[in-house]
């Protein structure tokens, strides 16, 4: 039999010699269409196999901990946590260099290091394993995520080398996958003004790229995350919630535009933002990645020695993200990173807000997190919007130091701003302070 659509819900059918047409032929065809798609939209959970990471190196916690996770994700949700990550290196004594001006001691988006002239260089890298299938996007989303360490600290992209690891197979699937993930990879240093200067490659049981990117930047012009300063609005550039959209992915729950739209965001580059930050006196700066929005931020707190007030009404989040959350899928870095909680100072309340668990998802090649005046802060969101970044916004505000991160709850028509913070900006150039432009009606938000 054959069913055959015409458009305008009409169809023709066929069987055995006989045909028939008609508006109810297409509504049988609809059904059978629509049954035979449920079975890849609702897919079975996936049986999990006890004692399947059962190692003589692993104990008993370790085990249990690592069962709790059914598929650990790629990308940034990939990386090992902050709280790890500190107690490791903590104990770790770098050679001294009197050229090296940021380094292990004072750790920050990337190194800077003085090699005599009149701009420092920038080093940084980056490496994860695949998050997409297709081999030169993902070279396209590890390129600019690597770059973004450059664009937060304000300066330009000059050189990168590759760290490629590709899946065993014959000779000639290595070898296109590898030229598909490069040639992606490439396009989006190039459009960078960042030469591709070499590389290692080698063999390994999944997908991952990396690379070791240096920039330059003035001495005057390096931003570094500690330079809050109280009166300063909180500016982010791109909306959150790669890690639990790829997490939901992995397990074949996230519907399709939803993922589409987040690879989006994580190809779009930092570059043009990093200018507009720039333009409108950005103090300080970070690119949201792995540690999650609330990580990044609390770096940013304690070497400023300022307090910052959210309102988490305000911060962007990217489409399907709530829904896969209320789902209870997040990334497998998730759990390591609401370990920061305690820097909220209303935890009670925070806990409760529908977004508290998007403030902790783990991001990949996500946007810029910056200072800006707040005399400068429509007129920075203004130019972000019209520069692409369609969902830039502000999402707090800098006072005076406070031990903690101090969340806001928004009440129901959006406008609520607290005392403590109302009182914290300076007047001196004639400014109004936050509450008088929420009252005007004349803030971005």
């Known amino acids: ?8 819900r009409y169809a023709l059918g066929t069987r055995n010699g006989f045909t028939f047409e008609g508006a109810w032929v297409w ?31 692993a104990d008993n916690t370790a085990i249990k901990e690592i069962s709790a996770v059914v598929m650990r994700c790629g990308g940034c949700g990939a990386k090992v946590g902050a709280t790890v990550l500190a107690r490791a290196l903590g104990a770790i004594d770098p050679a001294p260099r009197a050229d090296v001006i940021v380094g292990l001691q004072a750790p920050d988006d ?29 070279g ?33 699937k290595i070898e296109a996958d590898l030229t598909a993930m490069m040639a992606g990879a ?21 997908l991952s790229l990396g690379f070791a990117v240096n920039g330059l930047v003035s001495r005057t012009k390096a931003l570094r995350k500690g330079g809050l300063q109280p009166g300063d609005a909180l500016v982010l550039t791109k909306p959150i919630g790669t890690g639990t959209l790829l997490a939901a992915d992995m397990r074949g729950k996230a519907k399709a535009r939803w993922v589409m739209a987040a690879i989006a965001h ?24 792995g540690f999650g929005l609330l990580g990044h931020l ?61 403030l902790f998802d783990p991001q990949t090649a996500g946007g810029l997190l910056a200072a800006v005046p707040f005399g400068d802060a429509n007129h920075c969101v203004t130019a972000l919007r019209a520069t692409g970044y369609a969902e830039a916004a502000v999402i707090g505000f800098v006072s ?18 607290p005392e403590t913070l109302a009182g914290s900006h300076p007047t001196a150039r004639g400014e109004r302070s936050p509450q008088e432009s929420m009252d005007a009606k004349e803030s971005v938000y």
């Open 140 to 172: 396209k989303i590890a390129a600019n995520h690597a770059l973004g360490d450059i664009y937060a600290m304000g300066g330009e992209p000059q050189s990168a080398l590759a760290i490629a690891t590709i899946p065993y197979g014959i000779e000639a």
């Open 298 to 358: 609390i770096e940013m707190v304690r070497v400023s020695d300022v307090g910052v007030t959210l309102a988490p009404d305000r911060i962007p989040i990217l489409e399907g993200a709530r829904e896969t959350i209320e789902m209870g899928i997040f990334s497998s870095l998730q759990p390591q990173n609401v370990r920061l909680r305690r820097a909220i100072r209303d935890l009670e309340t925070a806990g409760k807000h529908p977004i508290y668990p998007l």
């Open 110 to 138: 990337a190194a800077l290091v003085d090699v005599g002239g009149e701009r420092l260089s920038i080093q940084t890298v980056d490496y994860f394993r695949a998050i997409v299938d297709d081999p030169h996007l993902f």
């Open 27 to 57: 509504r049988w065809k609809d059904s059978i269409d629509r049954r035979f798609m449920r079975k890849f939209n609702e897919l079975p959970e996936m049986a999990q196999t006890e004692g399947a990471v059962a190692s003589p190196l």
């Open 400 to 417: 005076e130091r406070s031990p903690m991160i101090e969340p806001v709850i928004l009440d129901p028509t959006g406008t609520r701003i």
């Open 186 to 206: 490439n396009a989006v240093l190039r459009d960078a003004d960042c030469a591709l200067v070499g590389g290692h490659t080698s063999e390994g049981a999944e």
């Open 1 to 8: 039999m054959y069913l055959v659509s015409t458009g305008e």
């Open 266 to 289: 994580m190809i779009h580059s930092n570059r043009q933002a990093a200018w507009i930050l720039h333009a409108h006196g950005a103090h300080a700066a970070t690119d949201v990645t």
